[in-house]
């Protein structure tokens, strides 16, 4: 048996460049793994795929990433054996933080390491990229410039160690509607994608908090204004900056000190008893 942690991820920024033919929208965002996780334990039973959800009352059924997942690397592959999947869920669902992608990244990882299948990194998310947009990411980790509809990934420096507290309101956002609402007229603040990258080179937390950007916030907040007083009130209480993550709900606060973390996820748990609030770190894809 083997267990395998799948974390999640944040947009330091998020960009949309236009609506491509294939109905998919053309991004270009940089996306960054943090340490809040979900966790897999992958054993090797005779024939099939059993999946087991605890946290989460997610549908443990073909409909499930990990599952599907599952059956395309023995599909792929022509693998006779089965795998039983037990999945520890603790990253909010709907949440805007890649959490069925990085389940089905850590299903990938987890199938190739334990009937030593020996599929490249790059082969994995090929793979990836036939499930979901993000997966090729949760793949990799670390901190990523992300082009074409998500899948194209550019490695950048490690921007790691960073203090962050996330808040996710009841309600779930689905990313298709986030995406079929945002409005192609937009006119407001869109990343600087080119500083973003040269304050992560120099490891500029506070030039990173300046520049945090995603053009699909103000879609979602107009639907959920929770997320502002979030925002607002993650800034008073000590966080360099504040925005959503991917598609939202979720809030994230960047913060200087783990204590103001802690802090900052008080201030919400306060206003909002039915928050999901977490802290945790960036990673580094060299695990820092
Ligand atoms: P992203 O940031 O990639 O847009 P998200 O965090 O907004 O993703 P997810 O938590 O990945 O959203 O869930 C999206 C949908 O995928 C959910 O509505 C859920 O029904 C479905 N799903 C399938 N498998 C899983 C899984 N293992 N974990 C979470 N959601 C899953």
Not at 15 to 37: A, P
Not at 122 to 141: N, R
Request: aromatic content about 4%; overall charge negative; proline content about 3%.
């Amino acid at each position: 048996m083997i267990s395998v942690d799948a974390n999640a991820k944040i947009n330091l920024t998020l960009d949309i460049l236009g609506k491509r033919d294939d109905g998919y929208h053309e991004v270009s965002m940089v996306m960054q793994e943090i340490s809040l996780h979900d966790t897999l334990h992958l054993e090797e039973i005779p024939a099939g795929i059993e999946l087991e959800i605890s946290g989460s009352d997610l549908p443990a059924d073909e409909s499930n990433l990990c599952y599907r997942a599952a059956r395309l690397v023995k599909d792929t592959c022509n693998l006779k054996a089965g795998v039983r999947i037990r999945l520890e869920k603790r990253i909010p669902v709907a949440a805007g933080l890649a959490g069925g992608s990085t389940d089905a990244a850590a299903v990938f990882k987890g199938m190739n390491d334990l009937f030593s299948l020996n599929i490249t990194e790059e082969k994995l998310c090929d793979l990836g990229a036939e499930l979901g947009s993000d997966i090729p990411f949760c793949i990799l980790g670390g901190t990523m410039l992300a082009t074409g509809r998500g899948e194209l990934l550019k490695r950048l420096p490690d921007f790691a160690g960073v203090n962050v507290v996330l808040a996710k309101p009841r309600v779930g956002v689905s990313t298709a509607w986030a995406y079929k609402t945002y409005d192609a007229g937009y006119t407001g603040r869109h990343p600087d994608n080119e500083a973003m990258i040269k304050a992560i080179e120099q490891g500029d937390v506070s030039g990173v908090s300046n520049l945090l950007c995603n053009v699909l916030e103000g879609v979602t907040i107009k639907e959920h204004v929770i997320i502002n007083t979030y925002k607002q009130a993650m800034l008073k209480a000590g966080a360099l900056c504040s925005m959503m993550s991917g598609s939202g709900p979720t809030v994230f606060g960047i913060a200087p000190e783990e204590t103001v973390a802690e802090a900052v996820a008080a201030q919400i748990k306060g206003i909002d008893a039915g928050a999901a609030v977490f802290t945790a770190k960036t990673v580094g894809r060299n695990r820092g």
